[in-house]
């Protein structure tokens, strides 16, 4: 992780404005880190972000369990998904109004589940249909459906693509044709800017911020509160519990024309050979029994190393989808970008329904992963005569 560059600030009391209230700090660091924005950080204080003046997030516990037990497959019929509660998430934008998801964690994995409406299974993207004017087949118009997890990265993270912020993130993407398969999803890395870029392969989309708003980024590293972690896998992490984080609040300003570029790529791509996560399939030939139905356009490679980290499964039944994901706590690979489930985390969900841009996508708002304590396994639990 980078280390926060800003390190010079004053004590003083703070005010500042926010959707119209007045949210107000006594005696905390501030940095203007340029003319428009204002960051703040704020080391080891009680105060947790309110309705109304900031952006608050959903809870979403993970249970342990000493044994997973899960297949995944979709259906998550297994006794320990009972054993964890399902949160629902209010989704905005796109078609999908709700999610509802939960989680489990072992000593080595956690696994997260997410299940949301949708009318049709479309398990085909592009694929080959005969066109009788033309007389040859071309791509079709039915999009897989399709999930993105966005886990904060190493930088001011914010659950929503078009924010208007610029950050990383650590993406988990299901996809029911291309990746579904071979029961994996692609972890991926992202970038989002402020702006347009100097090069591509960034698209161009309006930002969706059109009020003040403030955003909190929870931060491991800086000062007295780090901790050195060892994991199973032997590797050492700074990491501080929760309640100790550092935190930085950045305001950002309205700006009704201001656009974000965006882009994504299987984790790795930037040190390594680009990864190809599928293969495109020639057109069948155009016999009689060919021209009726459909055919593939694209056939899933099964992903090794960073952008092969991620199992994932996807079940449709009575109009709801249901995905359960699985990966290691920490990765092998151990990349920055890869978020180590060590403590607390934010993510966000984005559900694609027919569409593949991201602003047509539905997106939930902040959710907190949160490690619930282990608890003993029933057997062991010790009874007490209160009486005695």
Same mark, same amino acid.
């Given at each position: 992780?980078?280390?926060? =560059? /800003?390190?010079?600030?004053? $004590?003083?009391?703070?005010v500042a404005c926010s959707m119209g209230s007045e949210?107000?700090?006594? @005696?905390?660091?501030? %940095?203007?880190?340029?003319?428009?924005?204002?960051?703040?950080?704020?080391?080891?204080?009680?105060?947790?972000?309110?309705?109304?003046?900031?952006?608050?997030?959903?809870?979403?516990?993970?249970?342990?369990?000493?044994? $997973?037990?899960?297949?995944?497959?979709?259906?998550? %019929?297994?006794?320990?998904?009972?054993?964890?509660?399902?949160?629902? %998430?209010?989704?905005?934008? *796109?078609?999908?109004?709700?999610?509802?998801?939960?989680?489990?964690?072992?000593?080595?994995?956690?696994?997260?589940?997410?299940?949301?409406?949708?009318?049709?299974?479309?398990?085909?993207?592009? !694929?080959?249909?005969?066109?009788?004017?033309? +007389? @040859?087949?071309? $791509?079709?118009? +039915?999009?897989?459906?399709?999930?993105?997890?966005?886990?904060?990265?190493?930088?001011?993270?914010?659950?929503?693509?078009?924010?208007?912020?610029?950050?990383?993130?650590?993406?988990?993407?299901w996809l029911a044709a291309r990746s579904d398969p071979?029961?994996?999803? %692609? #972890?991926?890395?992202?970038?989002?800017?402020?702006?347009?870029?100097?090069k591509p392969p960034y698209e161009i989309y309006n930002?969706?911020? =059109?009020?003040?708003?403030?955003?909190?980024?929870?931060?491991?590293?800086?000062?007295?509160?780090?901790?050195?972690?060892? =994991?199973?896998? *032997?590797?050492?992490?700074?990491?501080?519990?929760?309640?100790?984080?550092?935190?930085?609040?950045?305001?950002?300003?309205? #700006?009704?024309?201001?656009? =974000?570029?965006?882009?994504?790529?299987? #984790? *790795?791509?930037?040190?390594?050979?680009? &990864?190809?996560?599928?293969?495109?399939?020639?057109?069948?030939?155009?016999?009689?029994?060919?021209?009726?139905?459909?055919?593939?356009?694209?056939?899933?490679?099964?992903?090794?190393?960073?952008?092969?980290?991620?199992? $994932?499964?996807? /079940?449709?039944?009575?109009?709801?989808?249901?995905?359960?994901?699985?990966?290691?706590?920490? &990765? !092998?690979?151990?990349? +920055? #970008?890869?978020?180590?489930?060590?403590?607390?985390? +934010?993510?966000?969900? /984005?559900?694609?329904?027919?569409?593949?841009?991201?602003?047509?996508?539905?997106?939930?708002?902040?959710?907190?992963?949160?490690?619930?304590?282990?608890?003993?396994?029933?057997?062991?639990?010790?009874?007490?005569?209160?009486?005695?």
């Open positions: 992780m980078n280390k926060l =560059t /800003h390190t010079t600030g004053v $004590a003083l009391a703070l949210v107000a700090w006594a @005696e905390v660091e501030h %940095v203007q880190i340029n003319e428009k924005n204002l960051l703040v950080k704020v080391k080891n204080d009680s105060w947790e972000p309110m309705t109304g003046n900031f952006e608050n997030g959903l809870i979403i516990p993970a249970t342990w369990v000493a044994q $997973a037990g899960i297949t995944l497959d979709g259906k998550a %019929v297994e006794p320990n998904w009972g054993k964890t509660e399902e949160i629902s %998430v209010p989704l905005n934008y *796109g078609d999908a109004r709700n999610a509802y998801v939960q989680a489990l964690y072992t000593d080595d994995d956690v696994y997260i589940k997410v299940r949301w409406r949708d009318d049709t299974e479309d398990r085909q993207h592009h !694929p080959w249909v005969w066109n009788e004017e033309v +007389q @040859e087949f071309v $791509a079709g118009n +039915q999009v897989e459906d399709s999930l993105i997890l966005s886990f904060e990265a190493h930088c001011e993270w914010t659950p929503s693509f078009l924010s208007g912020y610029g950050f990383d993130f650590d993406g988990w993407q071979l029961g994996q999803a %692609v #972890d991926i890395e992202g970038n989002v800017k402020t702006g347009y870029p100097r930002s969706r911020n =059109t009020e003040q708003l403030w955003n909190v980024k929870f931060i491991d590293y800086g000062d007295d509160s780090l901790r050195i972690v060892q =994991t199973a896998q *032997g590797k050492e992490f700074m990491h501080a519990p929760w309640y100790e984080l550092d935190r930085i609040y950045l305001l950002q300003p309205v #700006d009704d024309s201001a656009t =974000t570029s965006f882009r994504m790529w299987p #984790d *790795g791509n930037i040190l390594r050979p680009k &990864t190809k996560v599928v293969e495109t399939l020639e057109p069948p030939p155009a016999t009689v029994e060919n021209k009726v139905g459909t055919h593939p356009q694209f056939k899933p490679l099964e992903l090794t190393g960073n952008a092969g980290e991620v199992k $994932a499964k996807g /079940h449709w039944e009575n109009g709801y989808w249901t995905v359960e994901f699985q990966r290691a706590l920490v &990765t !092998p690979i151990g990349k +920055q #970008d890869d978020m180590y489930f060590i403590r607390l985390t +934010q993510f966000s969900i /984005h559900t694609f329904d027919h569409v593949e841009k991201i602003d047509k996508a539905s997106e939930s708002g902040r959710l907190f992963l949160q490690f619930m304590e282990k608890q003993p396994p029933e057997s062991t639990l010790t009874l007490v005569d209160a009486g005695k």
